[in-house]
């Protein structure tokens, strides 16, 4: 034996002389025997119970037992304790019994000291392998011991790779009972298209004394693939003959999905920081840049290598480097940090930037680092900028058209004024009042129609256009015309904005409007009534060829004075607002107009809110001049547009150098016309808020849009 390890023998011999004799040739043989002599079976009982023993060796013939009798009982308390006879009766019937009997060896005695070499090998052998077995056995129960507790499922496999056995885990794992699974091949718990791969690996295992930790696909009961974790691990003799061969494994399916969502999310967050306006950045402690995203790239235009490891300080402007290194202190101390300082290009142009930092923690709480955000000053002060020219703009332009601002939250009813609106009210609120007190500016005969207005706006979510009077503090009673839209959110309407614009001086003008229509109405068309009536009397007396073209005259001042009240109606034209099927009034239209042998082709099909009578007088307007300027034969086309609707013809067309005075009141190009109706159009679109315009239609005659139609 190799091993320094002491071997405590016992010997049993009737003769005491010999046992000293024996004992002390052992021991000069090998120093690892330690020999204990003994005379008779009795007493190598008694010494076996009371001390610890790796060998006895014991004579043959003795008085009391003789040594194969002494043998039957030291195998009923030491089983597998090595026992050999070392006996001088050399007979061969004593020699079969005694290795029927199982003793571990038998030795004659024999003159010469060579024999007590020969039984010292005899011994060292014997324990030998009685204490590799003792191994073994202790070996094997451990891993007994390590099957039922291991918290991993565990295999054991043969040779030839088929399951030996399996723990609880293993079966709770694989769904596979220990019954269904043992006796079956490897092959069994592997999917067909990596059999290969793992075959290798078991034949690798068999020559190699190494232990092999794989992640590998692996089958269940039910037939489900799992990602299992594998440890598999051949257990060696000293000699490297195979003991056992086992493994360990878990199923890591949910931490390889995990993983795999890790990565997933890794990149998904790169992708959205690289699609940031702003620079992205993680520094160390030391100002270290350990990641950025893609803007710092390209706003400083260094590449990735040149940024990897670069201390962020020299990103800038050498004059602000205290600074940096101020703000990563106060973010390590306080958690978080702001500072602006000049970011230097490759280029060596400097850009303003603020830098807001945060104390950046892992899991367990322990500082890893800085993270943050740069932004462009630069862009921002634009902005800044640009938001206050549009609120400047939008100021000059309320207060040049005497226009203000409101807006309504129709779940709080809070209500917001622009300042414009304030200057119109005369009043000295901090902020607008709640929509009740909010109302109460108006006279209060008119209040309701604005309160039933905004009901009705959010009620059936449509658009409101009213007028109501104000008496501001100083007396002077002010008319407003209030306009509100509704904004909608998941269908329902969550607030209103709108405009409040004086109205005032074009209220006084209609007035004046509404005077001379009465001078018209009353002072003209009184006289004309008696040159009319003074004609028929005329006519009864005498037949002269001048009166006709007196009758003729009477017409054309009678559709004069019909023109200039329509034109003195101005905005007050539009009133009711209705749903309006363009295709059908078009048509209603053609057949109330005077059209000869004129054609019309309808394809209209748009549908809009308008004052219907007005829109009636548009289209029949426009006809009629079709007629009258484009021929008895003309053909006159109505169709729809994306914001509005035309009205086109096959005519002679207007000259381009006459088309912007075909609006003016008087303008006609023919002895017919009072020159007013093309004027009334304009008036009728702008009274809706539309836009009315000229162009050659595609035959070449006139063709008229109207735009801007909601």
Known sequence: MSTSTPIRVLHVDDEPEFGDMVAEFLEREDAQLDVTSVTSAAAGIERLDGAQFDCVVSDYDMPDQNGLQFFESVR??????PFILFTGKGSEDVASDAISAGVDDYLQKQGGTGQYTLLAHRITNAVAQYRSKQEIEASQERLSLF??????????????????????KAEEILGFTEEELVGSSWRRLIPESEQDGVAELFAEMLTESKAYDIEQE????DGERIRCEWHHRVVRDELGDVITIFSKFQNVSQRVQREKELAEERAFTEQALDTLEDVFYVVETDGTLTRWNERLGAVTGHSDVTLDGKDIRTLFAEDDHDRISGAIEEAIETGTATVEARLLTAASEEVSYELTGKRLTDPHGEFVGIVGIGRDLSERKERKAEIQFARDLLDQTERIADVGGWE???ATDEVFWTENLFDMLG???????PLGEALDVYLEEDRQRVANAIETAVAAAESFDVEARFERHDGELRWFRIQG??????????RLRGAVQDITDHKQREKQLEQFASIVSHDLRNPLNVAEGRLELAREECDSEHLPSVAQAHERMRDLIADLLELARGDERVSAMELVDLGELAGQCWNAVETGDATLVNEAETHFHADQSQLRQLLENLIRNAVEHGGDDVTITIGDQPDGFYVADDGQGIPPEDREQVFEPGYSTSTEG??????IIRQITEAHGWTVSLDTSTDGGIRFDVTGVA
């Open 147 to 168: 099957f039922e507790q291991s918290p991993l499922g565990a295999l054991e496999w043969t040779e030839s790779f088929d399951v030996a056995r399996m723990n609880e």
């Open 427 to 433: 009043v000295d609120y901090g902020q607008a009042p």
């Open 485 to 494: 839209k509704p904004v909608l959110q998941d269908g329902e309407v969550v």
């Open 674 to 679: 009072t020159g007013f109706g093309l004027s």
């Open 408 to 410: 309504i939250e129709t």
């Open 76 to 81: 009923d308390s030491h089983p597998d304790l």
């Open 218 to 221: 692996t089958l269940t009961s």
